[in-house]
């Protein structure tokens, strides 16, 4: 009895779980506190021409807030190239990159956002768009997954974004992206998983540019979770870190 009641209990809250609730839980599932990923990036342009780029990725979660920083380690010519991207509450991320090149440390703000992130389909805007923030309606649901329409408030090149989410997983595994007009603009699908320490953890992710014709993919090839704070200290991911 007490194992059939906990199994209608379960349902009973799914079924009642507003668009926003299973929004909120997508997110909070399978974060992770911190993390050291080996990333490779393959950009493919519209005539089937191919750029790969290696990538350190590292990530800490500090008060509720997420840290990001970006290495590239090759080509040669970009190598040294940083990414820091901190995020604020209640406010846009600071973004910041450095360019080895030219020993400078650059703010992106505004519609520099919306530009191309290390020359890939993905957006600055894209890895900062937060889940739970915007307007969540329930469009379709099928016994393993929700489909949610998000009117998200602090996008500037999205009108909607759709979510096909696996129940089972709490993961976004396919994400249709709409311009301001409505019109289908990018699709990022998650093509492999892996089972990180009970967590659902995105292994290989595509995003199509539909009116480019281009594509990126992001492949991790090595990853470290609930890494420790000596590796990872807070001095790390700070604008003053940045070229070191």
Do not use: C
Request: glycine share 8%; aromatic share 6%.
């Amino acid at each position: 009895m007490t194992s059939l009641f906990a199994v209608l209990l379960f349902a009973s809250q799914a079924l009642a779980a507003t668009p926003a609730e299973i929004m909120a839980e997508v997110k909070s599932a399978n974060e992770t506190t911190t993390s050291v990923q080996k990333v490779e990036l393959v950009i493919t342009g519209k005539s089937g021409s191919t750029k790969t780029k290696e990538l350190e990725m590292k990530a800490k979660v500090k008060d509720g807030l997420r840290l990001s920083h970006v290495r590239v380690l090759s080509p040669s010519d970009e190598a040294g190239t940083e990414f820091l991207q901190l995020e604020k509450k209640g406010a846009a991320d600071e973004v910041w990159t450095f360019i080895p090149a030219m020993k400078t440390t650059m703010g992106i703000s505004g519609a520099a956002r919306k530009g191309a992130f290390m020359g890939s389909d993905f957006t600055y805007e894209d890895l900062e768009l937060d889940p739970e923030l915007g307007t969540h309606t329930l469009q379709s649901e099928t016994d393993t997954h929700w489909v949610i329409e998000t009117v998200p408030s602090d996008s500037k090149q999205y009108g909607k974004v759709v979510s096909t989410i696996d129940k089972a997983k709490k993961v976004a595994t396919k994400v249709d992206f709409y311009d301001t007009k409505g019109e289908p603009f990018k699709v990022l699908e998650i093509q492999e998983m892996s089972s990180e320490g009970g967590r659902n953890l995105a292994k290989k992710t595509e995003m199509r540019n539909l009116k480019k014709g281009t594509s990126s993919t992001l492949l991790v090839k090595e990853q470290r979770i609930d890494v420790g704070d000596e590796e990872l200290p807070d001095d790390a991911f700070t604008k003053g870190a940045l070229g070191r």
